[in-house]
């Protein structure tokens, strides 16, 4: 079965400082990747999505990038990060065909202070 | 994108039906699909209806689609105080991209 992991759970960082988020799939081959922020009480953003190695597409101009130097490996990364950047980050995973669902991790929730 | 939205907010009491409501613009929607959100969790898929059915049915839950009128709904039975959550519908376009509503958070009262 699959299964997909997001670390850390909680991070407390600094504004000017760098970010670094990590998600991974296990038990599929060539997932299409996305990386979601949801601010408190609103809807989820898609921030970048990534249908295979080194492919990645931005959906919104900010100071965050993505990476995925493995299949099965999705980074979000900032090299500065503001105030604005808090929220709580979701990876999520799916396979083109069929009903093409989303799958999603349990969550990263990032302060910035 | 497509524009999706829900009310905000539904309060039921235990044992009574709960009825999600959700409207979307994008008339080439192919799967619509109901998750569920608790406090501090990540989004559990609940179910997923094909653009061309009206319902689903899957145990408490019952997914209703009006595709003439835009309008998706989500239908618990016999609400529980574990059904106490946010509640997002998402929407698939000709794409594999999903545009989600704002949420909906139920709270189930004794």
């Known amino acids: 079965s699959q299964t997909i992991h997001q670390w850390p759970a909680t991070l407390v960082q600094p504004v000017g400082s760098p970010l670094s988020l990590e998600c991974t799939v296990e038990?599929?081959?060539?997932?299409?990747l996305y990386w979601y922020r949801q601010a408190a009480g609103r809807g989820l953003q898609l921030l970048f999505y990534s249908v295979g190695i080194g492919q990645i597409s931005s959906e919104v101009p900010q100071n965050l990038s993505a990476s995925r130097p493995q299949d099965r490996q999705f980074i979000l990364s900032s090299k500065k990060l503001l105030l604005s950047d808090s929220g709580f980050y979701l990876c999520?995973?799916?396979?083109?065909?069929?009903?093409?669902?989303?799958?999603f991790g349990p969550g990263t929730r990032l302060t910035v202070l | 994108g497509e524009d999706v939205e829900q009310s905000l907010f539904l309060s039921v009491r235990e044992g009574d039906s709960s009825v999600i409501n959700c409207t979307y613009t994008d008339s080439s929607s192919t799967y619509l699909y109901w998750y569920k959100q608790e406090p501090g969790a990540g989004l559990q898929l609940l179910t997923y209806i094909f653009s061309n059915m009206d319902m689903k049915q899957d145990q408490r839950l019952t997914v209703l689609l009006n595709k003439k009128d835009k309008h998706l709904s989500l239908r618990i039975a016999d609400t529980q105080t574990g059904d106490s959550a946010i509640y997002f519908c998402a929407i698939r376009g000709n794409d594999y991209k999903l545009s989600f509503g704002a949420g909906t958070t139920v709270t189930v009262r004794a």
């Open positions: 999520a995973w799916s396979v083109t065909g069929g009903t093409d669902t989303q799958y």
């Open positions: 038990g599929t081959s060539n997932p299409n």
